[in-house]
């Protein structure tokens, strides 16, 4: 052979991985790394978890899996394989059902155009699955992983503390 040929790279290989999607269990057939983000809205057409930054820094694709807070972004399809996966269309539980955080968002108007809402209430609802009482503190760090660039903090604040108040009284 004459001289060198670099190696072709190749695709990486399809696999079935199967997890929970809000509640309903899903297969899909895509490369192990694909991230999480590309098959939620490309594959599976879930367009409510975002895309902003792409680094881990936005918080726009925040979804749950096994109930913690993780950026779609930098989640890779195979480590989320048997795990339960919740995005903002699965947040409160069913299709007509709205979560305390959303009816709170709502009424507190904690949202301007709206693009970091899905991830920031994603992140509020851990939090408060975690700790219902939460302090000012602790939901500005819980939140910390979010950036909204258009409303500013107040009304999400109050929203937080409005979503924890209504789950309290929910649960007597
Ligand atoms: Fe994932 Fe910004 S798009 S953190
Ligand atoms: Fe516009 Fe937060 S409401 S980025």
Same mark, same amino acid.
Do not use: W
């Given at each position: 052979?004459?001289?060198?040929t670099?190696p @072709?790279?190749? *695709?990486? /290989?399809?696999s079935v991985?199967?997890?929970?999607? %809000?509640?309903e269990?899903?297969?899909v057939?895509a *490369?192990p790394s694909?991230? &999480?983000? +590309? @098959?939620?809205?490309?594959d599976?057409?879930?367009?409510g978890?975002?895309?902003?930054?792409?680094?881990?820094?936005c918080?726009?694709?925040?979804v &749950? @899996? +096994?109930?913690? *807070?993780? %950026?779609?972004c &930098?989640t890779?399809?195979?480590?989320? /394989?048997?795990?339960?996966?919740?995005t903002?269309e699965?947040?409160?539980?069913g299709?007509d059902?709205m979560?305390a @955080?959303?009816?709170?968002f709502?009424?507190?108007?904690?949202y301007?155009?709206?693009?970091?809402?899905p991830g920031?209430?994603?992140s509020?609802?851990?939090?408060?699955?975690?700790?219902p +009482?939460p302090t +000012?503190?602790?939901?500005?760090?819980?939140?910390s992983? %979010?950036?909204?660039?258009?409303t500013?903090?107040?009304g999400?604040?109050?929203?937080v503390?409005r979503?924890?108040?209504?789950?309290?009284?929910?649960?007597g």
């Open positions: 052979m004459i001289g060198k670099n @072709v790279p190749v *695709p990486a /290989e399809r991985l199967s997890f929970t999607l %809000n509640g269990p899903v297969a057939a *490369p694909r991230r &999480l983000l +590309d @098959v939620l809205r490309h599976l057409l879930l367009t978890t975002k895309i902003g930054c792409e680094i881990g820094r918080g726009a694709c925040m &749950l @899996v +096994d109930g913690q *807070p993780m %950026n779609a &930098l890779m399809l195979y480590q989320v /394989e048997g795990r339960r996966v919740t903002i699965g947040i409160a539980g299709a059902a979560h @955080v959303q009816l709170a709502l009424e507190e108007g904690g301007q155009c709206g693009y970091c809402t920031m209430i994603v509020a609802a851990a939090l408060l699955a975690e700790k +009482d +000012d503190k602790e939901i500005i760090e819980a939140l992983g %979010n950036l909204c660039r258009c500013g903090y107040g999400i604040l109050r929203a503390r979503a924890a108040a209504i789950g309290r009284e929910a649960n």
